[in-house]
């Protein structure tokens, strides 16, 4: 259905948490990704040796990371859709992106805004976060065809 106001504010309001703290977030956020994908410390250059809190990168990933994701929700609201950066297609197909490894971000990434966000998450705050990271996802993959 459509992605409504209150929908983008629940994505807004966790994004600020989020990027609150930044540091501890993305720590949370890429020991998820490696869990579930120990491949990804070659994809990423900041995770060669583990992951490294000190390390500025990883955040700095992070936060543009779940940023696109924060846009796609705007975009939805605003415009009913989603679109994807060029730069954004050719830089997953460099990275050889596949359809599973999508799948293990958005999971980490829901897992990671349920941390960040506390006793404040609910079912349909990850609902819009999920809707907006599957249209972000897809946009993505639209670009890298
Ligand atoms: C780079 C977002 C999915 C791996 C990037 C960049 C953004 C981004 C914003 C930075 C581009 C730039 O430098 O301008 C996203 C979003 C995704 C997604 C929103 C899902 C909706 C994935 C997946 C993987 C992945 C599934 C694979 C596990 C990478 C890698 C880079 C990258 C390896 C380059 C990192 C570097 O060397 O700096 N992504 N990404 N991304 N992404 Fe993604």
Redesign the pocket.
Known sequence: GAFTEQQEELVNSSWEAFKGNLSQNSVTFFKL?LEK?PG?KD????LANGVDPNNP?MAA?AE??F???RD?AVQLKTKGEVVAEA??GS??IE?K??DP??A???EALLKTIKEAVGDKWNQELNDAWEQA?NA??AA?KKAMA
């Open positions: 990704v994908e990804a994809l990423f250059s900041f990168k990933h543009k990371l940023g696109t994701v796609a730069k954004l830089v997953h990275k992106v596949t490894q999508f293990v971000i958005k990271y972000m996802a993505i």
